[in-house]
């Protein structure tokens, strides 16, 4: 089930990036599940999901369409206020939810981690996989 679901969402991320003319952004996914910490009951679910293969799926199908990745530190992508820069373990109170200490700034947890994510592909010198190099492919940041 999970294979199949991972090259779904690989599909359309890689599809969206291609029509969009844009570069995937993917957390450094070693260590994730070392990292990451969840309530019990959704330790199961999480632990069996297989994060590498989805990042494998994504990378492969983003070379064949020539879509540049870049991976980031994954580090307090989802502890960091991407309005103030404020981080704390505070600033998410729940695993959903995303409430800055300082600002104020809320959202989707998630989401919030996304905007982190691609801030940081923008601004940090980023680990671009070999095949965007290979390619010769210069991303649009
Ligand atoms: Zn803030």
């Known amino acids: ?5 991972n090259h779904c969402i690989s599909k359309k991320l890689v599809a969206k990036a291609k029509d969009t003319l844009r570069s995937i952004a993917l957390e450094d996914l070693q260590g994730i599940r070392g990292r ?6 959704q330790r199961r679910s999480l632990h069996t ?13 983003a070379k064949i369409a020539g879509v540049p990745v870049i991976f980031v530190d994954p580090r307090n992508t989802s502890r960091t206020c991407p309005s103030c820069g404020y981080v704390s373990k505070a600033n998410r109170p729940t695993r959903d939810e995303f409430r800055c ?4 700034f809320a959202g989707p947890a998630d989401y919030i981690a996304a905007i ?8 940090n010198q980023p680990i671009v996989s070999e095949h ?3 390619q010769g492919q210069a991303s649009p940041f």
């Open 1 to 5: 089930f999970s294979k199949d679901v």
């Open 116 to 123: 982190n994510i691609a801030f940081r592909a923008e601004v």
């Open 36 to 41: 990451v910490t969840v309530r019990k009951a």
């Open 101 to 104: 200490e300082s600002c104020g």
């Open 49 to 61: 999901w297989n994060f590498g293969l989805l990042r494998m799926f994504v990378d492969h199908k």
């Open 132 to 134: 965007s190099i290979l």
